[in-house]
């Protein structure tokens, strides 16, 4: 019996369930970003080695390189207003909301120098991806073993002090589409007091105007529509031949391919931590997930596509 007919004629199926099928659609996406992590993963894992050896953070820059091409495949972009107070010379905590496995495309967008995240420890053996974390420098811990965690974090509060490291933890612990902020954890509010490091939060607009899994909504689709760039020049005046002109550039004006879905970004003041200590960190804690939770629903009380306005001090993500 032949095989490729039968290949042929399963890829032609699958193609039609994807085409006819909202769940079909949202699983092929959703393996399709597994298989581009994995790919990406074993590629940039080669270059990090030729390029630095073995594992350190300077790796981080190679594997944000590549996980920022994902982007143009699913039609994102990502408007970040405050950049510039990552950029800063010295160690600190960086906390921000956690939606879904998509978040590595946003960390990545965002991500300063010299800057490492705190994960768990069975991402460590989730393969190539497992591989690549552990070379860009990323630090796992045990949450099953409270007593281990709390040494681990000790010891990074250390090495960002020794090293000028800034860590990027996401206080929520869990992945959450709920349309809120979950409460958050001690931790990473544990550290920076422990260190005497500032706090940066950073707050990503709500994904559910394009992904949610309980609907198995992912959009960002080709389609008409999305507003581009006018070319050529504009005609000043209101005569006969302006108008003329204009509608000609209307007339045959290129159609865009994609609506773009925009992912709003916010990096808040920092929050300083000199001074205080371990009877603060409820209140340090507390008021920091009030400002990255009113910030988040303002940002998301509405769906951004392409051709929004960016607030003041916004700049879309190259």
Known sequence: MEFWPWLTAALLLLLLLVQLSRAAKFYAKISLYCVLCCTVSIVAAVVCLLRHGGRTVENMSIISWFVRTFKYIYGLRFEIKGRQKLEVDHPCVIVSNHQSILDMMGLMETLPRRCVQIAKRELLFTGPVGLIMYLGGVIFINRQRSRTAMTVMADVGERM??????????????????????????????????????????????????????????????????????????????????????????????????????????????????????????????????????????????????????????????
């Not at 544990?190 to 005497?196: F, G, M, P, T």
């Open 161 to 318: 002090v020794s090293e000028n490291l800034k860590v990027w933890i996401y206080p929520e612990g869990t992945r959450n589409d709920n349309g809120d902020l979950l409460p958050f954890k001690k931790g990473a509010f544990y550290l920076a007091i422990q260190a005497q490091v500032p706090i940066i939060p950073v707050v990503y607009s709500s994904f559910s105007s394009f992904y949610n899994p309980k609907t198995k909504l992912f959009t960002s689709v080709p389609a008409s529509g999305a507003q581009v760039e006018r070319w050529g020049p504009r005609l000043k005046g209101s005569g006969e031949g302006a108008k003329l002109f204009a509608h000609i550039q209307d007339s045959v004006q290129p159609k865009p391919l994609w609506r773009w879905t925009t992912i709003k970004v916010e990096v808040l003041d920092a929050i300083p931590t000199r001074g205080l200590t371990v009877a603060d960190v409820t209140t340090l804690m507390d008021n920091c997930h009030q400002a990255m939770r009113t910030t988040f629903f303002r940002m998301s009380k509405t769906p951004q596509e392409n051709g929004a306005t960016a607030g003041s001090g916004a700049h879309p993500a190259q």
